[in-house]
């Protein structure tokens, strides 16, 4: 025996009521969770090394369902931003943007992932066995799973643009699915608003998912539409469900603009009624009421029909950029217009190379500055800096609560891990699964401790077909946190995020500690997890 938490608050992952207890470890594996006081009950426990969790609560770690770490793990491997939060395992890949496959030979390519040169450095696999074989080797303080994204396997087969595969293309597209799956991603991601996705029927979703479900793999989407035709996007989700046979999760689930709050109960609705009609259909939510995303994704998708190159020669063009400022100025049916959600004073930039000076501000304060309107600043930023980053307004708080206590939902950060100081970016990404317990679970009563923790935990385990993660039990994997919930706290907010979450006093990813008495081991015992 290595290791027994004693006398802490056990919540085990599952949705029932804490009781006092002791956890047993041995190795990477929980092998008895005790009452509290018992521990030494258990063969060979007196050997172990005791630490008292008194007034502390004791749980599974953190499980992030919708993570953008595919690289940036690469980055900064330690991850303190997720793991000072309490979180074990992120899932990546989604919104249909994933690690691999991936070749940077492709000009096409490298344009998609934007301009960091270490980004392209650390990129030197071309599939997805070859990335999670590359990952495998990486040292890294978290477990990390992987999605394979829709958005590589569309520009592999048939670059950035705007057609339809043909019988042999799409048969290619399905064969780089297999290959994922084959090498263990847990199932197929879409991101339906961003190019190359916005550009795909759900007649070929349906295909791609098909070969996931075969596999028992999920299928992750980033919906379609999540404004004015917000159940027109989760109906065709679950229409994607029911003709593949895959299993749905629809990501961060919101309605946006202000004229669509509310929507959110009859999207839920939705998905409690196709559930009973045998569609496996669940989503995850930040607790946030601002996404962020790329300036880029602002314009409409005839922008993006040509790619990147196509994409500035419409900047550039002054008939296209009227047609932008039109299309842009109003609601629109055939794609979502987040800046007409949002509004131009809820639009804040957090990252730019070529604009560092306009990092903190938004549209609206930077087109006063620059003397120009909102339309030309956004079409000017973009041209120059496409790569550039925003946090975007426009969801209501009221509907963020109902999300996040609906018994579909599980909590995501939809962040990645960030290298500390570097940009501005959400404050979710320090804070995500800490505010949930501090303010929506402990201060508010939204929903109790225990749910909190089960759909951090338990639920994206389950839904994930991790057995052995995401709950305290014999024989599961020694992914656990500990920490003061009176003491948890958080100070990152919009315009400075870089604060780590306070309150967790022991973070263990595989038996080993990399949080000890409230601070950083500096250990790197993460692994990957494929799918079962």
């Known amino acids: 025996m290595d290791l027994v938490l004693r006398n802490g608050t056990v919540i085990d992952g599952t949705g029932t009521p804490s009781r006092p207890g002791d956890v047993v470890v041995s190795g990477d594996r929980v092998v008895a969770v005790s009452p509290a006081g018992k521990g030494e009950a258990v063969q060979g426990a007196a050997s172990a090394v005791e630490v008292d969790c008194s007034g502390l609560i004791v749980c599974p770690g953190f499980i992030d369902i919708h993570s ?15 793991v000072a939060q309490g979180v074990t395992l992120l899932l990546s890949g989604n919104c249909g943007f994933s690690g691999a496959p991936i070749d ?12 960091d040169e270490r980004v392209l450095k650390a990129i030197t696999w071309r599939t997805f066995s070859e990335y999670l074989a590359t990952l495998d080797n990486l040292p890294k ?7 394979v994204g829709h958005g590589n396997i569309r520009v592999a087969a048939l670059g950035p643009t705007d057609r339809q595969p043909g019988p042999g293309e799409l048969e290619a597209m399905k064969a780089v699915v297999r290959e994922a799956m084959r090498a263990g ?7 339906l608003i961003y190019a190359p996705g916005v550009f795909a029927t759900t007649e070929e979703i349906v295909e791609l998912a098909k070969v996931a479900a075969a596999y028992g793999g999920i299928y992750a989407t980033h919906v379609r539409n999540e404004s004015d035709l917000l159940l027109d996007a989760v109906l065709e989700a679950i229409r994607i469900g029911r003709e593949s046979g895959a299993r749905v999760e629809v990501a961060h689930h919101k309605a946006s603009g202000r004229r669509n709050w509310g929507l959110v109960r009859t999207s839920l609705a939705l998905m409690d009624y196709h559930r009973r009609l045998g569609t496996e259909i669940t989503c995850d939510v930040y607790p946030c009421t601002a996404g962020a995303t790329g300036l880029e994704a602002f314009f409409p998708p005839w922008a993006h029909r040509d790619g990147r190159a196509g994409f500035e020669a419409a900047l550039k063009d002054e008939a296209s950029r009227g047609r932008m400022r039109s299309e842009l100025s109003r609601p629109q049916t055939g794609w979502q217009n987040l800046l007409f959600d949002a509004t131009p004073a809820g639009v804040r930039v957090t990252w730019s190379p070529v604009f560092p000076q306009h990092v903190g501000r938004t549209l ?6 620059t003397a120009s309107d909102v339309y030309e600043t956004m079409m000017d930023l973009a041209l120059e800096d496409p790569d550039l980053s925003v946090t975007v307004e426009g969801m209501s708080e ?20 960030v290298v500390p100081g570097e940009g501005l970016p959400h404050p979710r990404t320090y804070r995500a699964f800490t505010r949930v317990l501090a303010t929506y679970a402990r201060d508010e009563g939204v929903l109790t401790v225990e749910r ?13 077909g991790l057995a052995d993660r995401g709950v305290l039990r014999p024989g599961a994997k020694a992914d656990l946190a500990v920490f003061d919930l009176w003491g948890l706290g958080y100070d990152s907010r919009f315009g400075d995020s870089h604060h780590l979450s306070e309150g967790m006093v022991h973070v263990l990813v595989n038996g080993r500690w990399v949080i000890r008495d409230g601070r950083p081991t500096g250990d790197l015992p993460g692994e990957v997890v494929r799918r079962p």
């Not at 770490?69 to 991850?79: E, G, N, R």
């Not at 009221?398 to 891990?417: G, N, T």
């Open 68 to 82: 953008h770490s595919d690289i940036s793990v690469f980055l900064y491997p330690s991850a303190m931003n997720y």
């Open 104 to 115: 940077t030979s492709r000009p096409d390519v490298v344009a998609l992932l934007g301009r």
């Open 141 to 147: 303080a978290v477990n990390v799973a992987l999605l």
């Open 185 to 191: 991603a847990c199932g197929l991601s879409t991101g």
């Open 364 to 369: 609206d304060e930077i087109a006063r500055e």
């Open 398 to 417: 009221d509907d963020v609560r109902y999300v996040i206590s609906h018994r579909l939902s599980m909590i995501a950060s939809d962040a990645a891990v």
């Open 452 to 464: 909190a923790i089960h759909k951090m935990t338990g639920m994206p385990a389950w839904k994930l």
